[in-house]
């Protein structure tokens, strides 16, 4: 269990210590900024403001940590379903130095960049066909609508299918969970550069 205070685990002592201090700097902030640090529609901030706003953005993977702490150092999920932060980096830690852990890490980053290149190498070209013809949108777009939103998890069985479950097959888990998505991005991205193409040979 490690080190207690009063028969309570240090982790869990610091963690709701983190989360009150937490909830009372954004409390503060509220009250002493008229709320004005609460609402992102305020201009002009002051310097305490920006302050406290960046406090709070960094600060906040910190309290995600407290919580899962608390949560699981009180047991309200058991362990089996939801380790605790120091177990989860115990683990960890015992992973990489054992030399299990980078191997397995490098060949899942291959596989992403291997899917994505080919995703990328596919949709940046439809995209900008879709985007800068007519013709182009006509043929790809509603297709590509239609299919992008359907989630890779439903190709799996094809995919199974024609690539077996090899290597091949995760990289095309990976090519259909971001082409849709890449080709969609494009074509906004050359509609948004037409816009304004268009509005400054108006004056607009």
């Known amino acids: 269990m490690g080190a207690s205070i009063y028969g309570v685990n240090i982790s869990l002592w610091v963690s709701v210590v983190f989360i009150?201090?937490?909830?009372?700097?954004?409390?503060?902030?509220?009250?002493?900024?008229?709320?004005?640090?609460?609402?992102?529609?305020v201009p002009?901030?002051?310097?305490?403001?920006k302050?406290?706003?960046?406090?709070?953005?960094?600060?906040n993977p910190i309290l995600f940590v407290a919580i899962w702490g608390v949560v699981s150092l009180t047991k309200l999920v058991p362990s089996s379903i939801l380790p605790s932060p120091i177990d989860v980096a115990q683990s960890f830690a015992t992973l990489l130095a054992s030399g299990v852990l980078l191997p397995e890490v490098l060949?899942?980053?291959q596989r992403i960049v291997i899917g994505f290149s080919l995703a990328a190498a596919g949709g940046v070209p439809l995209g900008l066909a879709a985007g800068a013809f007519i013709v182009g949108r006509q043929l790809v777009n509603p297709i590509n609508s239609f299919m992008r939103y359907i989630p890779p998890t439903a190709f799996i069985a094809l995919m199974?299918?024609?690539?077996?479950?090899g290597e091949a097959f995760k990289v095309m888990v990976v090519f259909f969970g971001v082409i849709f998505f890449i080709v969609q991005m494009i074509i906004d991205v050359v509609d948004r550069k037409s816009t304004r193409l268009n509005s400054s040979r108006l004056g607009i």
Request: proline share 0%.
């Open 51 to 59: 302050v406290g706003t960046g406090a709070l953005y960094w600060l």
């Open 107 to 109: 060949a899942s980053v």
């Open 44 to 49: 002009h901030r002051s310097r305490i403001q």
């Open 20 to 41: 009150v201090a937490y909830v009372c700097l954004f409390l503060w902030g509220v009250y002493r900024n008229r709320i004005g640090l609460a609402l992102s529609c």
């Open 160 to 165: 199974i299918v024609y690539f077996g479950v």
